[in-house]
């Protein structure tokens, strides 16, 4: 009997959290691999876009989803910012786009990113979990368009303003050194399980751990951990 290869065991594992995700979450769900192509499209995908998992298979995410900014600029595209911060395996902040959509609208979808273990070219590198915002997007531009913007006031003499990087610092070193590990081996799709395998922990410790993370970081599931995780750039 074949022993399943360290590269086997990754990708199963990767594979195990896309159905996992896919299947529990309201939010769209699509993995690309190194090479930007499709190779995980969820129901909820289908219904968000009106896309369907065979027409989209194989093909590259950029001209799928063909996703503009703000301003109109291509955000999708052949090695885009969040495909080459997966490749160095860097968290990655969500953000905003807007797509045309099957039945020919264009809808505006939030868009946070997990990054996935892999070494090899055709290994899957990056899930994207979205959802529709265009009623929200919708209702900032009305706002923005009616209610004049309010007065600055200048910073109070020795007032020192707070950056996301010093919020950051500060929540890294509320987080235990174990909190951390499980942090990481979390961002490389591992369950409770394999968590507590690799940390010789048992696995209501572990679960302890990934409770006390999610309060912290003001989550309500373990998705949303490393989303917040990325957003505060939390390694």
Not at 105 to 129: D, K, Q
Not at 211 to 233: M, N
Request: glycine share 8%.
């Amino acid at each position: 009997m074949d022993t399943p290869t360290s590269h086997q065991a990754a990708d199963r594992s990767a594979e195990d959290f896309l159905d996992t995700l896919g299947s529990s979450s309201a939010d769209g769900v699509y993995a690309v691999d190194d090479e930007q192509r499709i190779v995980y499209w969820s129901r909820a995908a289908e219904v968000l876009t009106g896309r369907t998992a065979a027409e989209v298979s194989g093909r590259r995410c950029f001209e799928v989803m063909l996703g503009d900014d703000e301003e109109g600029n291509a955000f999708c595209r052949r090695n885009c910012p969040t495909i080459a911060a997966a490749r160095r395996g860097r968290p990655v902040p969500s953000y905003d786009i807007s797509t045309p959509t099957g039945d020919g609208r264009r809808a505006w979808f939030n868009v946070s990113i997990v990054v996935l273990p892999g070494r090899r070219r055709r290994e899957l590198r990056a899930a994207h979990m979205f959802r529709d915002v265009t009623a929200r997007r919708r209702a900032e531009a009305f706002a923005e368009a009616t209610v004049p913007p309010p007065r600055v006031l200048a910073p109070a003499p020795g007032h020192r303003r707070r950056t996301r990087r010093s919020a950051a610092a500060d929540l890294a070193v509320k987080l235990t050194t174990r909190e951390l590990e499980v942090l990481r081996l979390l961002g490389q799709g591992l369950g409770t399980d394999a968590m507590a395998s690799r940390l010789n922990l048992s696995k209501a410790t572990v679960r302890n751990h990934m409770d006390r993370l999610r309060a912290k970081l003001g989550a309500h599931s373990r998705i949303e951990a490393l989303v917040r995780a990325g957003q505060l750039g939390i390694a």
